[in-house]
């Protein structure tokens, strides 16, 4: 069984059937022919063109249909609806058997127009080209294909053009100029204002163009903009607490350096930020010792100290800057050892002045500079 009856039952009154669905999908097409209105509709015909020929008892099968053209030629453009789109079944069950035609009866050769050139008129009684061609025509898969024009000799090639009627009830957009281009790259739009005219440029109904599409907006300036480019961070200027470090920021356009003023100067990145290393180590200083003598001129010393953190933890010299550091000895004077003896009173002379002459006092004891470090350390070590 190769078919099968189906939907069989009567359609409802509100329903269209296949033949109103048919012509309903080219509902709005006039073809140019003139005198249709742009919002046409199309309807079957039952008498005429189509006539029902023959009603298939239910269960029939191996039907056997063929058509004899009314001109006796292969192809007199009379068709017979298809079974499968145009016969109808009146009940129920039943199959349908499809015999086989001969090859000579399903293949085809003959003139076919490819397409149509657009109306030279546009209002009124113009001419159009026709593009035609000899092709095979398939009755089995309905499928044409373009063939030599020798296969189609025995009919006489139709004429290359043919008339058209322009519509003279429709118009066409007229348009204003495109603003400007709402960015400067990376993609912007623009925009027109548009009204509908016939070919006298009278101002019609929008609703007279909807043939025709309505372009307003646009899309413009779609290159990529210049965009801020940045090199790697420089080390920290600062070896330890807070710094800064640095790094080159500049305009770029595909592989063009440009002035910086090209790229927005609200996006730009900064080109120097704060950077924080270890604590610095710094220097403390004590408290001056004794002075090394008891009388006269001596010296004092006191501990300096390299330390770092919180809790003044004492590391190596090198840490801290040797250039800051503060001095750990300084002269200090006590009154003299020998205080000189008190003058006799001066005698009176006309001749010459006071004589005055240096008296020194006795050396102190030698210590050595360590020791006197060690001696200030440990009296500066005591609560």
Known sequence: MKFKSCNTEPCPKQKRDFRDEQCAHFDGKHFNINGLHPN???????SGSYNVVVLIPAGATNIDVRQHSFSGKSEDDNYLAHPATAMRVPASGG???????????????????????????QCGLGYRTLDIYCAKYSRLDGKTEKVDDGFCSSHPKPSNQEKCSGECNTGGWRYSAWTECSKSCDGGT????????????????DSKCTHQEKVTIQKCSELSCPEWKSGDWSECLVTCGKGHKHRQVWCQFGEDRLNDRTCDPET??????????????????????QCS???GQGYQLRAVKCIIGTYMSVVDDNDCNAA???????????????PPP???????????APRTQWRFGSWTPVRSRMEEVERVEGEADIP
């Open 342 to 352: 008190a003058a006799p009173e001066a005698r009176r002379s006309t001749h010459s």
């Open 190 to 205: 623009q925009r027109r204002r548009a009204i509908c005219v016939n070919t006298r440029n009278d101002v019609l109904d």
């Open 40 to 46: 046409v509709r199309w309807v079957p015909k039952y």
């Open 268 to 289: 730009k990145p900064t080109s120097m930020q704060t950077c924080q290393q270890p604590e610095c180590a710094s220097w403390q200083a004590g408290t001056w010792g």
């Open 293 to 295: 003598v008891t009388c």
């Open 95 to 121: 199959s349908l058997g499809r015999p086989e035609a001969p090859q000579n009866h399903l293949i085809a050769n003959r003139w076919h127009v490819a397409s149509r050139g657009e109306c030279s008129a």
């Open 324 to 338: 800051t550091r503060p001095t750990d000895t300084q002269d200090c004077e006590l009154p003299s050892c020998h």
